[in-house]
């Protein structure tokens, strides 16, 4: 086959083996970890696209993160496939392709390098660090930010080739949306400066000519000079002599920052936004709670750790639990292989530029979610890795065909090691795909790939609570305590388990507990003030609704539950505006209707009672309890004051 043959082949074979490699996710289900406050709990995203989910997309900080294109993603998939996983599973998967499709023609297009370029394509493609990212539907922002990563970078590609504002005008537009869709992308100015350096050869200042000798008797005539030049010049590989012939256009270091001024202002302006909205949603680690030493230990753990899992891709989980302790001898070790091969990535830059490159994109492509400021409670995370190893690849690939043309049967060995490498790992990557399944097939791996995993017992508990396992479920959650007593969420869950046995006072101190560890969980303070209306224990109620609201004021289902409260203690005006409130944020839920019909007729509104229950049956024609109320207002006849009975969010 010709070359421009390959150029076609090998993206239609890496789009159609991605395809095939992970087209199981469509049939997999949502998992109860971000999904549900992303998609599934969601109602600002349930609701689809519409003008005030569009408002809240672009305002939100929910999440504890400002990222307003990937919520408009995500309403999106609502708007076109509802809640059927299979559509939004694939829109992520469909994301990846292109991704790998664009890598490909990126670096094929930069370095005129063929095989190294597809090398590096199918082991992002491929590879099961990256599993997380495309499987996980709350991750869609991995998916979709380096998307626009790299279209930044192709937009970038066609600006070096004739430098102007106007061309830079996409760069900037592409990066912002990447960033509007996760801020870990602050880093791509740097990125930019590294190409710079390779493949594209903007280094170099123009050099001053030097002065050329007389003609001495006996040397080489001009025109045997010319001739052996241009013998010179056609050896040269194509993008070595397309860079050489720019270089009388090069541009200096110091220009190549100042260019990239706007691009710089963007990563600040995100950078604060991001620190904002982490703050606020209180998803940044005190240093009181990680010291500083202990996150640079773990960061450099970390570093080296996703090294070893791109070389042996074994134990992957959903999420790695922080160390209790970090061992002097692994953070050493790190640090040492770490600095080694920085050493000689530094050393080797002129010979071997891709190294240089390739290692630094991912040293730095990591630095904000590498743990020096602590978000979540992950030491570290596989998704994290899906832009950062592509800088690995880069180096190995180029590297790996540098070796092989040295040794006499180089290439013939280069190509059979590929085929045993790509072939192990779509093994491995479709076994990985396949714990994705569901939640407990997920933390059930987890649980088997990690130790002390207190949030793989947690959700674990949760998923098999939901499938009618409850008694198993509270072993998980009890065992989820064991190893953190200060999981906020195992108190919250395992009081649930005794609400639903009957154990009201051992519910009530977990709840308590919850609320101590984590001051911000509204559903803890939610299903406080259930329990307490169910005890009827209305008025000691309303001031948790009260916190739950302050803290959720979208959440329609607080709301409701806030105003059967407030109506039990005989307060129907707060009640009704309650009601009000939950039916602004869902207007068919047939439960406020007819809760706020009892209290409009409590207040003698017998009219816009009667119109409340008629809607909440024509909502939900079997609503015994809304037509009995009807059939009382008709009859002019006041139902009795609502005392409600708990729902347990």
């Known amino acids: 086959m010709t070359t421009r043959h390959w150029k076609i082949a090998i993206p239609l074979v890496l789009a159609l083996l991605t395809l095939a490699v992970f087209w199981q996710v469509r049939g997999h289900d949502f998992v109860n970890l971000d999904d549900e406050q992303y998609v599934t709990q969601n109602p ?30 995500h309403q999106l998939d609502v708007q076109f496939f ?32 063929l095989w190294q370029s597809a090398a590096v394509a199918f082991l992002f493609a491929l590879h099961p660090l990256h599993v997380e990212s495309v499987a996980w539907v709350a991750e869609r922002k991995d998916v979709l930010s380096t998307f626009f990563l790299l279209l930044t970078l192709w937009a970038y590609f066609v600006y070096t080739r004739g430098p102007g504002i106007v061309r830079m005008i996409p760069v900037a537009v592409f990066f912002a949306l990447g960033l509007l869709s996760k801020p870990m992308l602050v880093t791509l100015p740097f990125i930019l400066l590294l190409l710079d350096y390779w493949p594209l050869g903007r280094y170099r200042a123009p050099e001053k000519p030097a002065l050329q000798p007389l003609p001495t008797p006996g040397i080489e005539s001009p025109g045997k000079k010319k001739k052996q030049k241009k013998k010179e010049t056609e050896k040269r590989p194509p993008v070595l002599q397309e860079q050489m012939d720019a270089s009388a256009a090069a541009i200096v270091p110091w220009a190549l920052v100042t260019e990239k001024i706007p691009l710089f202002a963007l990563t600040i302006l995100s950078s604060i936004m991001t620190f904002l909205a982490q703050q606020k949603g209180g998803a940044m680690s005190p240093l009181d709670d990680i010291p500083l030493l202990k996150r640079l230990g773990n960061a450099l753990i970390s570093y080296a750790s996703y090294i070893v899992k791109t070389v042996f891709p074994q134990g992957l989980a959903v999420f790695y639990p922080y160390p209790a302790g970090i061992a002097a001898w692994q953070v050493l070790g790190s640090a040492a292989l770490i600095g080694a091969m920085t050493f000689l990535a530094v050393r080797c830059r002129k010979q071997y530029p891709y190294a240089f490159v390739g290692w ?34 880069i180096a190995v690939a180029w590297g790996a065909g540098d070796l092989a043309s040295r040794q006499s049967h180089g290439r013939k060995i280069l190509a059979a090691l590929t085929g045993v490498v790509f072939a192990s790992l779509t093994v491995v990557t479709w076994n990985q795909i396949s714990h994705w399944r569901s939640s407990i097939t997920l933390f059930e791996h987890a649980l088997r790939v990690t130790d002390q995993n207190s949030l793989a017992h947690l959700n674990l508990g949760v998923a098999l609570n939901r499938a009618g396992k409850v008694t198993e479920a509270a072993e998980h959650y009890r065992e989820a305590l064991r190893i953190n007593p200060n999981s906020s969420g195992g108190h919250f869950n395992l009081a649930n388990y005794y609400v639903s046995t009957g154990r009201k006072d051992e519910a009530l101190n977990h709840y308590r507990e919850a609320i101590r560890i984590n001051p911000r969980y509204a559903n803890a303070y939610n299903n406080l003030g259930l329990l307490m209306v169910s005890e009827r224990r209305a008025e000691e109620a309303i001031p948790y609704y009260g916190r739950a609201i302050e803290l959720d004021p979208a959440n329609a289902g607080m709301r409701y539950n806030y105003g059967i409260a407030l109506a039990a203690a005989g307060r129907f005006p707060e009640a009704i505006e309650q009601f009000n409130s939950a039916l602004e944020g869902r207007p068919n839920y047939p439960e406020a209707h007819n809760y706020l019909g009892m209290a409009l007729m409590m207040q003698e509104n017998r009219e816009e009672a009667i119109r409340h229950f008629r809607q909440a049956l024509w909502l939900k024609p079997d609503f015994t309890l809304a037509r009995r109320n009807l059939d009382n207002a008709l009859g002019n006849r006041n139902p009795q004051a609502p005392a409600g009975t708990p729902r347990l969010r």
Request: net charge positive.
């Open 360 to 393: 630094f994109w991912y040293l730095g492509t990591l630095v904000p979610v590498i743990g020096i400021v602590q978000v979540g409670m992950q030491a570290m995370a596989d998704r994290y890795a899906y832009v950062p190893q592509i800088g690995l690849f």
């Open 44 to 73: 600002h995203v349930r609701g689809g696209l519409t003008a005030g989910n569009l408002t809240w997309a672009l305002t939100t900080t929910h999440a504890s993160n400002w990222h307003p294109l990937t919520w408009l993603s």
């Open 82 to 113: 509802g809640m059927d996983p299979a559509g939004h599973h694939g829109v992520s998967l469909f994301f990846h392709v292109a991704n790998t499709l664009l890598l490909f023609f990126l670096l094929n297009r930069m370095t005129q390098t």
